[in-house]
């Protein structure tokens, strides 16, 4: 089983910086892909940014692509979310999230998520 635990959230001016960061637990970190989802006001659920088990590939969500950056730790099993160039449209509660199997941009292909950490992008 995996714990994962979010930290980094804030509240950021427009045009801003933010390094997300999410801690797991367990001993077999690396045979988890891992995703970072954020969810709005209001708002489903979506895909942001996702990494594979090894680090090799990632994919991102059109809304972040080229302002984002997506990384991973297997040794300290850590997983980092950086995002350049904020927008008040990225504020949303950000969530970490961790599967064997996934379909990156599919959630329920996910077996683990964190409780998430608020971004708020002002204007």
């Known amino acids: 089983q995996v714990q994962l635990v979010e930290s980094g959230g804030g509240l950021v001016q427009a045009g801003g910086s933010l390094r997300l960061s999410c801690a797991a637990s367990?001993?077999?970190?690396?045979?988890?892909?891992m995703g970072w989802f954020r969810q709005a006001p209001g708002q489903e659920r979506e895909f942001v940014a996702g990494?594979?088990?090894?680090?090799?590939?990632?994919n991102y969500a059109d809304s972040v692509n080229g302002r984002s950056t997506i990384s991973r730790d297997n040794v300290k099993k850590l997983v980092y979310l950086e995002v350049n160039s904020l927008k008040p449209e990225d504020t949303a509660v950000y969530y970490c999230?961790?599967?064997?199997?996934?379909?990156?941009?599919?959630?329920?292909?996910?077996?683990?998520w964190g409780h998430g950490t608020q971004v708020t992008v002002s204007s």
């Open positions: 999230a961790a599967g064997t199997s996934v379909v990156f941009r599919v959630t329920h292909t996910y077996d683990y």
């Open positions: 367990g001993r077999t970190f690396s045979l988890y892909a």
């Open positions: 990494i594979s088990r090894s680090g090799g590939f990632t």
